[in-house]
Each structure stands twice: as structure tokens, then as C-alpha cells.
């Protein structure tokens, strides 16, 4: 394996060198042994923190496979049926309207279900400028940032009843939309578990996984493993970001536990995660989830006539708030069919192949990063080398 240690240890450091993050990191997993770890650049290049195996890192977007986890949790103990209308558990969601751009709001064709938010098919939109929902859903996020900033507890239940008070894009099961699902997924979990989601998280995911560093804040005692995320300036360099364009917040004192967005952790604590996943619903021997279980997450819940406003990667399908690769050839890939993960904001980015007992993680702290061209190349490298035995 020399050569595609050298390989990745090239991709890492070319991006940390070339400026276009200020540190990186990677960990793949293979069958349950560790095929590659290393770390480059600073997670604070301010403190003058170097970025570590424990470095913690934002989520953002990568705390929705979780989500989707315990979600399914609750629909395998019978609490919850997929096809539930999301107002069963929060009555806010009741009677929502569609927007129609030539006669406003109208009525919408039935509820949104369950099945709905985990497949990003609800209609209800993130905060966005080029629609009409988008732009009242961006000015209910600012209010309940800004009233945050002024000492205020916005909780999770008042963020449900702000979300839920924006029309929604396009009928319930129409096309893909990328938004606020995930989130009202975290509060339908509050309302039928009775716990905050960050409790439930807790007590069924993160404890019995060994996930000791991942959750919605980072106390004090951990503020020196805390990376900072940084966003690009117009003239090419990186300097810390310091806004909160989702709500999201890391401090103690956090009462909106972002299901979508608004979870921290480390390499290690995500890889148990993804080795449960990989591993059909079991870590060291402790059940999660069901066999079946899993088997139902990874997979593409997409029509055809849902894919027009998907922009997830080319060749890959959605289901369960993740992609799930369908075609080598559009995706441009060696990867696995039927691998699956999704990624975050700021380029973290994670992939679980069941059929080799692969997962690879990725992680990056630059803003508005999204699926970047070195994850595609670790994910390239990663798949290249299984096969290699020769130990060079």
C-alpha cells in the first residue's frame, strides 16, 4: 500500500498547500482495519493548532445521515410509521400552503409525510434568494439568529413553527428539494421520544457507539481541539468565518439542535458511525439498526420526474437524506454501486460501501466547499488500492 499512502498524502497536502484549505485530513477504514490516516495544516491557523486525528470539526450537512438513523430507530420500535403526516408530532405543519408563482398560495395536494423529509421531497426550502418561500425562509432565519445573538433561546420547537410558517416550494413528494427536512426531522424525534434530540442522539447513537467528541456544542474543556472553518476571499486567501447562515451554534448554551446542519465530531467518532452503517446496522457487536434496516437507507428513492432539481452528484440516486451511487460511468467513478454518504458545507465528505466494508472520510473546514475535486480523488485512490495485496 506505499504507493497509495503517497498518493493520499499528496492530495491532502496539495490542497493545504496550495491554499485552498488551511488543513485536511482523511481516514479510510477497510473491513474494519485502518488502510489510511494522516493529517496536514493547521485546524487553527490563528491559535496555531495543528489539524489532528481528535481534531473536532463542524458537520454541517454530514449530521444528516445520523438524522436519518435515528429516525429509522424510532420507525423500527413502531413509534413512528414513514408515512405519517409530519403534523401528527408537531401540529404546526398543519394545513401548510404551496407556492404558485401566478396565484400565490395555494392549497397543497396532501401533508408532508415522514417519508417525505427523508428523501428531501417535502417542498420545504433552505434559505434562498431565487424563491419566493427561499427568500421568507431566509428572513425567518436571520430573525431567530439575531434574536440568538442578543441572548435569546430560540429553541428547536420555535424553529419548527418558523420553518412551518414558510410555504413550501413544490407539492409534498414532488421534486427533490434541498432544505429544512432534515431539521423537522430532529423535531418530530423531540415530540414522540420526549427527549431533545440532542438527549436522543445521545442515548441511542452516540454513547453506545463511542462517539464521545460528536454533538451539538463543544465545551469549554475541548475548544482547543475545535477547528476553525474559514471562507475564501476575493483576493484568493482563507480568513475565519463568523457567521450562522443556518442557525447553527456550538456554544453550551445551544437550544436549536440542528438535525441538518448542526452537529460536530472527530474522524474517529464518525467512523463508528460509518463502520455501523457499513456493517448492516452493528458496531463491536452491539445492534443499531436492522440489517434491513440499512439496506432500506441505502438505496434511490428518486422517480424520474425527481431528479430535475436534484443536484447531488452526477450518476448517484437519494434516499434517506443520502446519495447512493447508480452509475459508474455518469458519476465518472471506480467506486462501488450501491456505495452511499453525502458531505458537508464546509467539503467534509464520507462514503460507506457495504459490499467491500469501506469507509472513507474526508475532512476540510472551507466554506462553501460542498464535494470537492481531492474527495473525488481520495474516493479514486481509496478504490484503486483495495485490490492491492502485493504491499506496495
Known amino acids: 500500500m506505499r504507493h497509495y499512502k503517497e498518493t493520499m498524502d499528496r492530495i491532502l497536502r496539495g490542497e493545504v498547500e496550495s491554499g485552498f484549505v488551511k488543513g485536511a485530513s482523511a481516514l479510510v477504514l477497510h473491513r474494519g482495519k485502518e488502510l489510511y490516516f494522516n493529517a496536514f495544516g493547521m485546524a487553527d491557523a490563528e491559535r496555531g493548532i495543528p489539524m489532528e486525528r481528535d481534531t473536532i470539526i463542524r458537520l454541517y450537512s454530514m449530521s444528516k445521515p445520523v438524522t436519518a438513523a435515528a429516525t429509522m430507530i424510532l420507525a423500527e420500535r413502531g ?4 408515512w405519517d403526516p409530519v403534523s401528527r408530532f408537531l401540529p404546526c405543519f398543519a394545513g401548510q400552503k404551496v407556492w404558485d408563482d401566478g396565484k400565490g398560495e395555494i392549497p397543497a395536494d396532501r401533508e408532508p409525510c415522514i417519508f417525505d423529509l427523508l428523501n428531501m421531497t417535502s417542498g420545504i426550502p433552505y434559505p434562498d434568494a431565487s424563491t419566493e418561500p427561499g427568500r421568507r425562509m431566509e428572513r425567518v432565519v436571520q430573525e431567530f439568529v439575531a434574536r440568538r445573538e442578543r441572548g435569546e433561546r430560540v429553541d428547536t420547537g420555535e424553529y419548527m413553527r418558523g420553518i412551518a410558517s414558510v410555504p413550501l416550494c413544490y407539492q409534498p413528494g414532488g421534486p427533490w428539494m434541498y432544505g429544512f427536512s432534515a431539521d423537522v426531522l430532529g423535531g418530530v424525534i423531540e415530540a414522540v421520544s420526549g427527549r431533545s434530540f440532542g438527549r436522543f442522539l445521545r442515548e441511542e447513537l ?37 457567521g450562522s447562515h443556518l442557525g447553527e451554534y456550538y456554544g453550551e448554551d445551544v437550544a436549536f439542535e440542528s438535525g441538518g446542519a448542526g452537529l460536530v465530531s472527530t474522524l474517529d467518532d464518525y467512523s463508528h458511525f460509518a463502520s455501523m452503517m457499513v456493517n448492516g446496522g452493528v458496531y463491536q457487536g452491539k445492534r443499531i439498526l436492522g440489517r434491513k434496516t440499512v439496506k432500506f437507507m441505502a438505496q434511490n428513492r428518486l422517480r424520474d420526474g425527481q431528479y430535475q432539481t436534484f443536484d447531488g452528484s452526477r450518476g448517484y440516486g437519494y434516499g434517506c437524506l443520502m446519495r447512493v451511487l447508480m452509475d459508474q460511468g455518469a458519476a465518472a467513478t471506480n467506486g462501488t454501486p450501491g456505495e452511499f454518504g453525502w458531505d458537508g458545507w464546509t467539503g467534509n465528505y464520507v462514503t460507506m460501501s457495504p459490499e467491500d466494508g469501506l469507509v472513507i472520510l474526508y475532512f476540510i473546514q472551507r466554506c462553501g466547499a460542498g464535494f470537492t475535486p481531492a474527495a473525488r480523488k481520495v474516493r479514486m485512490a481509496t478504490y484503486g488500492a483495495l485490490d492491492d495485496e502485493s504491499g506496495t
Open 79 to 82: 413509534e413512528i410509521d414513514l
Open 206 to 242: 452516540f454513547d453506545p457507539l463511542d462517539m464521545p467528541d460528536t454533538g451539538f456544542f463543544v465545551p469549554e474543556r475541548k475548544q482547543n481541539r475545535f477547528a476553525r472553518h474559514y471562507e475564501p476571499t476575493v483576493e484568493g486567501g482563507l480568513i475565519p468565518h463568523a
